[in-house]
């Protein structure tokens, strides 16, 4: 381990994440000690190709041994290395990888990536393979940036409970009590996946029209939302389900055949409402109201989405934007943070968070 990142003091994280959208691989530097965040560094993102996508959608749900498993985690490798080997005067790299199947009460959680392999290249240590030991302790292996949106809220100078609500290819939702000091302290977090959030749209309007993501909720937005399907969709017994909670990326099949007859706007719009819907059931299990919603992720860039959350919910619903944080680079810069935690030796994640029976500290270091 660098001594740099061994003593208390501050020091440069760079975070990468590769998230269940598949559009590409987002990196970040955070300055921390593990507990504040101190500043924030540069960032960059690089796409993945037609071809890289599709080799990851094909791996999408298989498990070690899988037929496209090797191939799809080339991919991963050599974009994240392309991509990191490009920062300067960093201490260590947070890696996540690339998720393919995750189902922590059943065959565990599995991200594709090799943080022994990455560390060799870029001549850094990397702290990988985050969600094993959680899930290990019996807890979900997500969501993991609550103790990063816990830091968030303190260094925005929140005073009352606010919500971070994550809408990437899944939804999740953190609500944090900044008023309390450390994010495994009782009443801190809580943290859950509230439903579907863009992965369905995405696999849409793929499927139907051949483009990889519906820009600007543009489609949604000529569509209305159909209420039967929308009411059979909540009948799902993961919403009545007391959190921590967490999903996979295709957690509700039923949806596409719920839309299957729909035409292709009025199917886009659906989706959306089952995803706003969703955030909105999940809001009922809240200790308290947050003071507002703070959206990240790119599901804060759907007009159709954001309107729709702004309707449903009682309380100011705004991108991460505009309380200075970056919402394209937020889970990038959650992996930086908890890689000097992990370093560290502090927990990641809590019961409040993952339903882990006791504070963990996921993670694995590799060192060049």
């Not at 994280?13 to 921390?32: F, N, R």
């Not at 070690?64 to 490798?77: L, Y």
């Not at 890689?339 to 030796?345: D, K, Q, T």
């Not at 993952?354 to 996921?362: A, E, F, P, S």
């Amino acid at each position: 381990m660098s001594n740099a990142v061994g003593k208390k003091g501050p020091v440069r994280a760079l975070g990468a994440m590769s998230g269940t959208s598949l559009d590409g691989v987002d990196a970040a530097v955070v300055v921390t000690d593990g507990h504040e965040i101190l500043g924030f560094g540069e960032s960059e993102y690089r796409a993945y190709s037609g071809d890289e996508r599709a080799a990851l959608r094909a791996a999408l749900g298989q498990w070690p041994g899988g037929p496209d498993v090797d191939a799809a985690e080339a991919v991963v490798m050599q974009a994240h290395q392309a991509l990191l080997s490009g920062f300067r005067d960093v201490a260590l790299v947070g890696f996540h990888g690339q998720t393919l199947a995750h189902e922590p009460r059943g065959r565990g959680t599995f991200q594709i990536g090799n943080g022994d392999a990455l560390a060799q290249a870029l001549g850094l240590p990397v702290v990988w393979d985050f969600r094993s030991s959680d899930v290990e302790m019996g807890g979900e292996g997500a969501p993991l940036a609550p103790f990063y949106h816990h830091a968030c809220a303190r260094w925005m100078g929140a005073t009352a409970p606010v919500a971070f609500l994550n809408m990437g290819g899944v939804g999740n939702l953190t609500w944090v009590d900044p008023r309390i000091a450390r994010p495994e302290d009782e009443g801190a977090l809580l943290a859950f996946d509230t439903g579907p959030a863009n992965a369905p749209v995405n696999d849409l309007v793929f499927a139907r029209r051949g483009l990889e993501y519906d820009k600007d909720g543009a489609l949604a937005m000529q569509g209305t939302v159909e209420t039967g399907a929308l009411e059979l969709f909540l009948d799902d017994p993961y919403f009545s389900r007391i959190p921590p909670k967490s999903l996979d990326r295709n957690a509700f099949p039923e949806m596409m055949s719920l839309v299957g007859e729909l035409a292709d706007a009025d199917a886009a719009a659906t989706l959306m409402g089952m995803a706003a819907a969703s955030v909105l059931r999940g809001m009922e299990h809240c200790p308290e109201p947050p003071e507002r919603v703070l959206v990240t992720g790119g599901g804060r860039m759907n007009p159709v989405l954001m309107e729709m959350l702004s309707v449903a919910l009682d309380c100011p619903v705004q991108p991460v934007e505009a309380v200075g944080l970056d919402g394209d680079m937020l889970e990038a810069q959650a992996f930086a943070y908890l890689a000097v935690r992990v370093a560290r030796g502090l927990p990641t994640s809590c019961p409040s968070t993952t339903g882990v029976k006791i504070c963990v500290g996921g993670g694995q270091v590799s060192t060049p």
